[in-house]
Every structure is written in C-alpha cells, then in structure tokens.
C-alpha cells in the first residue's frame, strides 16, 4: 500500500496510476514475477542477480529504441481498450480516474519517462508510436469490439509444485495481460500485443510457441478462468506500416512444453534457493558467457558486459 498526506492507495488501483497534466497514465509496466523476471533466471543466473538483487529491481526499462517503442504503443493501445472497457460498463464508477486519450497518453508517457528533455529517446520515438496509435484506433475503432473484462490486468498465482518442493517465497508466477475479452461464446481470451517494424504478417507468430510469457498466460488462464478460458491471442500492430492493418494471431501452443511449465519452474526455483542459501557473492553467480544469447539478444548487448570481462568494478 502506498500512503498519501490523507489515504492509503492499493498500488494495483487506478488511483495509484501516475498523472501527467492532472490526467492519469495506465500503469503497463512489469509484473513483478513475470515470464521476463523467471526467463532471466533461466539465461543468465548472474544478469538476474544484476537486475533483482542489486538494488535495481524495478529499474526503468532498457532504453534499446525497440522496447521504447514497443511500451508506447502499448500505452496507446491500452488507454483505448480502457475507454471502450468504459463506454461498455456503461456506469459511472466512482473508482475510475480520468485518463488520457490514446494518442495523448504516447506523450504524456514519453514525459513521465524523460521529463522535458526532447532529446531523449523516449521523446525522439514518440511521434512513431502515436501515428501507429492514430492508424490503429482508425482501423479498430469502428468494428464491433468484443466484451472487455480488462486493460492490462495484473494476475498473480502459486504453483504448487514450486511451494511443495521450495517453498511459497519461490512458487509466484505473475502476468499483466494486455487485454482481457469474453467471446460470444462466453470464452475469457489473454491478448498480447506486439509490435512488428515490418509488414503485419501472421506467418512470423504461427510456430509452437516456447515462449515463457505464452506458457505462463496459458496457465494463469486455466488457472483462473478452468474451462471458461479460451486462450492466448497476438494482436498484431504495425509501427511504421500505413497499409498495415492489424490482425490476431492465434499462437500454437507447444503440447509438451505446456505440461512441463511448472517443472521448468521448479528446476529454476531450485537453483536460486541453492544460490541463495550459499550466500553467494553478487559477482560470483553463474555466467551465462556466451557470444549470442543472453550476452548480445536483439536488444543489444547485455549492460553488464563490462563487468563479466574486466570485474566488478566496471
Ligand atoms: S554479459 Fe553475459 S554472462 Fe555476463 S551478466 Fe550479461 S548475460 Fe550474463
């Protein structure tokens, strides 16, 4: 719980969204216990170490143009699920705090992350996203929308598995959905979006999917929502694409890998306990050390790369 001078604010509330202009901005940012937090552990226990026990958790996300872009389109998005998520409830709530139109919520981000500095990244990308928000909410806007239940919703479960055999500290997984919708059939789906620079195509999503977020959506989803779930859905946006119009991409699920999530994460769960009843020294955990990887992903090179080779001090 957070405390101003007069009340206390559940931190997963609309009120504790921050404001820019006297007008909210959605709050899209991680979940805390995520497939990102538990994926890291997997590639690079000592990044991890880097990320969540130096002090650093939490810390602003990478500044690699392709994650400042992908999280302003993400807040455009969300602000306009968010008003037809109003406009469907119909009600006046009185928990709902005013927020910013879509297009407007791309540069009130950009200003909660780099101030008035226009120099900055954040601002540099802003007027890409906000047209790619423009187009979207242009093509999407006028359809027949389907029944929102939420805007980026965060979830968060035990894996019992995990709780058995390592204890409760290590079985959270956690998820924030980007967009939460019941079909006509009455199914609840998980949608992600995604933004591609190229060419919306539905081929690039379409393989078994191994992806930690996927599998970890999936199992959120049973978890909570049994055979009312339906699945996870891609919505993909083009950034720079005008003729590109979005599409949702239905991910193939990896049978297989489906059933072994929870003893991936037990296998993980294992290795940290273990680390962390050593007492292992912050520069000591285990290194990934590889040329591609997590050492130098699509991102750019991991931001500890100096200290892998030349020591802690760097
Ligand atoms: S440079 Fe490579 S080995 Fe070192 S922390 Fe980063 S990912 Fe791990």
Redesign the pocket.
Known sequence: MMTTMNKTVDPESQEAWPKVDGLHVIDTGPSGRGASWWENLGR?P??WA?DYLNGTEGRKPSSAPALIKGTLVHIGLAHFYESVRREQEGSLNPSLVPIHGPVAAVHAKARLEAGEDHTNPWHKYADTAAKAVERYVQWVGPSRQPEIIAVEKRYEINIPLVEEHVGAEYARYSCRVDLVAKDSNGKVWFTDHKTTSGQVNATKKQGFTLSLQFLGLMRIGRMIYGDDFGGTMINLVALTDKSGEPIRVKPQMAPWAVGCFDQVLLDRAFLLKGLIDQERPLHSWP????EQG??LDRYGP?P??M??RFGPGE
Do not use: S
């Open positions: 690079c000592q990044r880097y290194k990934a050390l590889t997590p050492c991991c500890y790369t200290r892998c």
